[in-house]
């Protein structure tokens, strides 16, 4: 079985990052605003090991 997944390299991130738009400069009011990286590397954990919401790791 493989090494479990952890986190996008920098080079693995850089194949994604174009695709995603410019993060705000300012936020007035609401939720602050994950990085695009944080939630790409929440999602593919996900997928690969199968976990649920629920279960992911915090942090």
């Given at each position: 079985?493989?090494?479990?997944?952890?986190?996008?390299?920098?080079?693995?991130?850089?194949?994604?990052?174009?695709?995603?738009?410019?993060?705000?400069?300012?936020?007035?009011?609401?939720?602050?605003?994950s990085?695009?990286?944080?939630?790409?590397?929440?999602l593919?954990?996900?997928?690969?090991?199968?976990?649920?919401w629920?279960?992911?790791?915090?942090?």
């Amino acid at each position: 079985m493989g090494e479990p997944f952890e986190k996008l390299s920098n080079l693995e991130w850089s194949l994604f990052e174009d695709i995603f738009p410019k993060p705000p400069e300012k936020r007035e009011r609401g939720t602050p605003h994950s990085s695009f990286r944080y939630v790409l590397n929440t999602l593919l954990y996900m997928l690969i090991t199968g976990c649920r919401w629920c279960d992911l790791p915090k942090g």
